[in-house]
């Protein structure tokens, strides 16, 4: 006999549900009898050690390790190597699901072979098919996948048979956030909305107080524990604990033991949620762009629930309170919630199936008693990206993201375009499109899913019309098929790696020919600490400043940091080292008056006689103390042939920028909570050569 279970697959823990023998969804403890299993291998042992037990070598700084790879699902350039084997995150995921498998055969008494398993609504389409081909690996038949939100959703359903309410899901785990807005009723749960981001999770948080403490340790010894990576992930352990401490009580010890040095810290909970501030709050616009996507207002729900592990930070619940006015529904459990979704998910697909005339939900299997379960019994979910081609702008100018089923529809969703292909005589008869994944007009801000290929187009014509139908499954997967429109015969069509230089996407459609090596870059970061800048704004610069990070091609460019207020320093050289950049940044306090004019010549006197690109990206939110002193020293600056991008936020003046910029592009005022975008967006245009700030 064969079962099916459902799977939560996390990031930093795993659970798994059956249904028992009643037909109520239950979480089936593994063998060392704990609902939950953390994600991670142990490559020490043979065969390798998955769990509880890895997670103890982990935390001793083994560093045979593999955990937190779920992020990495469908990246083909990830790869780690244990005993000369390479693993990639589909065959890591798929250890990990052999032994939720094994683990749950041993407490079921039976076969598992299928299973729904769970994805985070942010997920794209790689990522989902490396979901599917991991369980696959396993050994399971994969009976379908389910956003985790919707699956947490599901299982509150079932707890509250006949609801009718309008829910916010607010899913916070290890690496990822999801916020989905869905309405439950009793018969069908609907999925209005969703938004999230998948580099946002308790990870951020840990590393928050890892770099405090790195920089407290380093300060104190002359020992970086950035620079060494058993020491930091010691202090990444440590800062993980300290972070659960904190969720019982107001303030925690922590004692760092690294190499001879010992060392131990006080962090209170207040210090930890204000240093954490800008995590919540982006938190607050995903969500905010979610209930805008629904149509709705925060007056609109009825209900409001957690999930994940993180939600566990009181810190959580009360900005989840204040911004909701209404308290986090009780009595779900925040780890097993989405792992009840994804069993309840697999029951409904057994009782779809066409042949099975059994009512809704009833347990197949021909020992157990049937059980029909209350709650809804219909999903219609939606997609977190809109899908899309790249096409040429209606004026030719430019290659633009042609989207093609929007985001937040309800899926399964389709949509077609039409081209048109030059067919010369027959010696044309392919054509290439490209699948983007995302809502920014250009192309580089998304996605790109693949090259799609068809071929075997007929020459009925000088020109002949191609339609290209995009569509995303129940399970969030793209499928994608071309037809010729006279023939009305269906392409053949094969997929090609995408080409790793996509540049030209940037460019014009003529002259979009290859270039080689782009230029080394230098460049400085110059942030206002003027006293105006205290509190949010800064808060905004310094999570602004890492998104730019993020966004650097760090193989050929280095980054500097300068801060000024009346005071000038220079928080780091030019590096290529993110990490330490992140901690200057961290480092950041305002205070007293804005001396720009001192801050242009101390990044002038770096990037003097350096043979690279070099910028200096500045920010300010208002006019300097000599406002033309700056300007001279901003003009010296670029007669040097720095290029000089200038963002003004709070005060600044955009006539004053302009003075200030290289370009008209390069002078941006950007609103609050618009730094993290722009500055993202500065970062990929000089990456991309400057080109549209018209820079080089
Ligand atoms: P999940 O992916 O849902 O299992 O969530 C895992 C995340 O929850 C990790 O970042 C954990 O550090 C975090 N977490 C678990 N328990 C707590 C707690 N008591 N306080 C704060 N964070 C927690």
Not at 118 to 132: G, L, S
Not at 652 to 681: C, K, P
Request: glycine residues 10%; hydrophobic residues 40%; proline residues 4%.
């Amino acid at each position: 006999m064969s079962a099916f279970v459902g799977i939560d697959l996390g990031t930093t823990n795993s659970v798994v549900a059956r249904r028992n023998e009643y037909g109520r969804p239950e979480v089936v403890p593994n063998r060392d009898g704990a609902p939950i299993t953390p994600s991670v291998i142990y490559f020490g042992t043979d065969p390798p050690s998955v769990g509880q037990e890895a997670k103890e070598y982990a935390r001793l700084g083994d560093d045979q390790i593999a955990s937190f790879f779920k992020p990495q699902m469908g990246n083909p350039l990830f790869s780690l190597r244990f005993g000369g084997k390479d693993y990639g995150a589909t065959e890591l995921s798929a250890l990990v699901l052999a032994r939720l498998k094994a683990d749950a055969e041993a407490a079921m008494g039976e076969e598992v072979d299928r299973a729904v398993i769970t994805v985070p609504a942010y997920f794209a389409d790689a990522q989902r098919k490396a979901t599917i081909e991991a369980g696959r690996l396993a050994g399971l038949e994969v009976m379908g996948i389910i956003n985790e939100p919707t699956a947490a959703a599901l299982a509150y359903g079932l707890q509250n048979a006949g609801a009718d309410e309008t829910v916010l899901i607010y899913d916070l785990g290890g690496g990822t956030f999801d916020v989905t807005v869905a309405r439950i009723t009793a018969e069908e749960i609907t999925v209005r909305a969703t938004a999230g981001d998948h580099d946002l999770g308790g990870k951020n948080w840990d590393d928050r107080i890892a770099t405090l403490l790195a920089e407290r340790f380093a300060a104190e010894t002359g020992f970086d524990p950035l620079d060494e990576p058993v020491a930091l992930n010691e202090v990444l352990v440590r800062s993980e604990q300290a972070k659960w401490q904190l969720s019982e009580r107001s303030s925690t010890r922590v004692t760092l033991q690294l190499g001879t040095e010992r060392r131990s810290y006080e962090l209170t909970r207040e210090e930890f949620e204000g240093m954490t501030f800008p995590l919540m709050d982006r938190t607050r616009k995903l969500t905010e762009e979610a209930l805008e996507e629904a149509g709705l207002r925060w007056k609109d729900l009825t209900g409001v629930l957690l999930v994940g592990g993180s939600t566990r930070m009181p810190m959580v619940r009360r900005f989840v309170t204040e911004m909701s006015g209404q308290q986090p529904r009780a009595g779900v459990n925040v780890d097993e919630v989405v792992a009840l979704g994804a069993v309840i998910r697999a029951a409904m697909l057994v009782g779809e199936q066409p042949e099975d005339a059994r009512p809704r939900f009833t347990l197949a299997g021909a020992t157990s008693p049937r059980f029909t379960l209350p709650g809804p019994s219909r999903i219609s979910d939606v997609m977190s990206h809109s899908l899309g081609t790249v096409a040429v702008s209606p004026d030719g100018s430019a290659y633009v993201n042609d989207v093609v089923v929007r985001r937040n529809v309800a899926i399964p969703a389709r949509g077609t375009r039409s081209y048109r292909l030059a067919t010369h005589g027959g010696r044309n008869d392919r054509m290439e499109v490209y699948l983007t994944q995302g809502e920014s007009a250009a192309p580089l801000d998304c996605t790109i899913l693949g090259k799609y290929v068809f071929t075997g187009i007929e020459a009925t014509d000088a020109e002949v019309d191609v339609d290209v139908s995009l569509s995303y499954d129940q399970d969030g997967v793209v499928q994608v098929s071309g037809m010729q429109r006279d023939t009305g015969h269906r392409l053949a069509m094969h997929v090609e790696p995408v080409p790793d230089d996509l540049s030209w996407l940037g460019r014009p459609p003529e002259g979009g020919a290859v270039e080689g090596e782009p230029a080394p870059i230098t460049l400085f970061l110059l942030i206002d600490v003027s006293s105006s800048m205290a509190g949010e704004p800064l808060a905004e610069a310094q999570e602004a400043a890492r998104a730019f990070l993020d966004r650097c091609d760090f193989t050929h460019t280095e980054v500097g940091l300068i801060s000024f207020s009346d005071q000038v320093e220079l928080q780091s050289d030019a590096t290529d080292n993110a990490r330490r950049l992140i901690a200057a940044i961290n480092r950041l306090d305002a205070d007293g008056t804005t001396n720009l004019t001192d801050a242009i010549a101390l990044a002038r006197s770096h990037l003097t006689e350096l043979d690279r690109t070099r910028y200096i990206v500045l920010l300010t939110d208002g006019y300097p103390d000599s406002a033309d002193s700056a300007v001279e020293e901003a003009d010296a600056a670029k007669r040097e042939g720095v290029e000089i991008v200038a963002i003004g936020t709070g005060e600044a003046d955009l006539d004053y920028l302009r003075r200030l910029s290289s370009t008209e592009e390069g002078s941006i005022f950007a609103r609050r909570g618009e730094l993290v975008q722009t500055f993202g967006h500065i970062a990929r245009v000089i990456a991309e050569g400057g080109r549209a700030l018209r820079l080089t």
